[in-house]
């Protein structure tokens, strides 16, 4: 495994670096992307009765402006699911969201929708968000929520909330999220912490970066995607 707290990948000859934040630095670009953050899944939780933690959008929003601050972004994109659902935008979640966004104005912030967001709804005019539909094409990427191979670039998305099972002695077992780089499609990990994840299945070539802690670990080579 190579060590470190972030890990740079080329792909198409981009370089990209992958920051412990769950979070994707676009050099050239000047553009960080995150996907599936779902602010708000707590308070929809909590609507429908069901005790979760709060400060979770809190929580997350702490983490953007250390991986904002650190890249000196210029553009913020959202690979889709940036609301959970309509039950979930509570008056405290928006007005957190507000009061970060004005902290960010240089900001440009895009948001590529995905299928929570056709549910809940486009993020309030006031946070400034730029909303399109998928696919967005900016050469040599083309930026979606869903993955799925395209003709006009290397797909980059979110959705699946990938992770991967890590095995120690004694049968240990440890689930983490990870970076998944194929051959045509990168997933990102979902941004948001109370979403979960789900078991990914890489196949020969594929990079695979997980996060444990403050450091990003590749256990797979770089990715096959140039």
């Known amino acids: 495994m190579t060590r470190g707290r972030s890990a740079d990948v080329l792909v198409r000859g981009q370089t990209l670096t992958l920051h412990p934040e769950r979070a994707v630095y676009w050099e050239r670009a000047r553009t960080l992307i995150v ?12 609507a429908h009765g ?24 210029e553009r913020l ?28 104005g240089r900001i440009e912030m895009v948001l590529v929708r995905g299928n929570h967001d056709r549910e809940a ?26 993955p ?4 006009f670039g290397y797909v980059i998305a979110g959705h699946v909330h990938p992770g991967i099972t890590l095995w120690g002695r004694a049968r240990m077992r440890e689930r983490l999220p990870c970076f998944w780089f194929g051959r045509a499609t990168a997933v990102l990990p979902a941004f948001g912490e109370f979403t979960g994840s789900a078991q990914v299945t890489p196949t020969a070539g594929d990079g695979v970066y997980v996060i444990a802690g403050d450091d990003v670990l590749s256990i797979d080579g770089v990715a096959d995607g140039r």
């Not at 967005?136 to 869903?146: G, T």
């Open 35 to 46: 996907a599936d953050t779902h602010f708000g899944k707590a308070a929809t939780f909590r």
């Open 50 to 73: 069901l005790p979760v933690p709060v400060g979770t959008t809190t929580a997350a929003l702490q983490r953007l402006d250390a991986v904002l601050t650190r890249t000196r972004a």
């Open 77 to 104: 994109l959202f690979l889709g699911d940036i609301l959970h659902a309509r039950a979930g935008r509570a008056a405290a979640t928006l007005a957190a969201l507000e009061q970060w966004r004005f902290r960010h």
């Open 121 to 146: 709804g486009d993020p309030p005019a006031a946070l400034g968000i730029e909303c399109v539909d998928e696919p967005m094409i900016e050469a040599p990427f083309v930026f979606a929520h869903h």
């Open 148 to 151: 799925a191979e395209s003709t």
